[in-house]
């Protein structure tokens, strides 16, 4: 038994992106809770658009809080514009230092991690210490 899975007391629990994507209905309660409706049409788009990421919901609410008329152009979402992983991509990982997007890089390639494997994938010491 290695330090993570006896940290856990035996226990795991993986979130990959589909867990952590919103369906539709759940991008369309978010928005509800924030105070924002769109008719269908408007929601899947805005869902297609933002794949999903609570991000891209939070985004929208706000978009539509500061422009009234937002919500009829969401339709329209996607036409001529990138998905938002690539917004993520530009916006998030982008601003990370070199070295940091190199070990989620290197740490990417792993479906389950433990310090020992982080340690091995990066060349670092501290893998445990940077999982958590």
Do not use: C
Not at 8 to 13: E, N, S, T, V
Not at 39 to 57: C, F, M, R, Y
């Amino acid at each position: 038994m290695n330090s993570a899975t006896s940290g856990a007391k035996g226990w795991l629990l993986e979130f990959g992106r589909d867990e952590l994507r919103l369906s539709v209905n759940e991008t369309r309660e978010y928005l509800e809770r924030m105070g924002r409706q769109l008719d269908d049409a408007a929601l899947t788009a805005l869902h297609s658009h933002t794949e999903g990421w609570v991000i891209g919901g939070q985004q929208a609410s706000l978009r539509l809080r500061h422009q009234p008329h937002a919500a009829e152009q969401m339709d329209r979402l996607g036409s001529g514009q990138r998905p938002f992983s690539q917004y993520l991509l530009a916006n998030v990982f982008g601003q990370l230092s070199a070295e940091m997007q190199g070990v989620l890089l290197a740490l990417g390639i792993a479906s389950q991690l433990s310090g020992d494997l982080a340690n091995a994938l990066t060349g670092r010491r501290d893998g445990q210490e940077l999982l958590e």
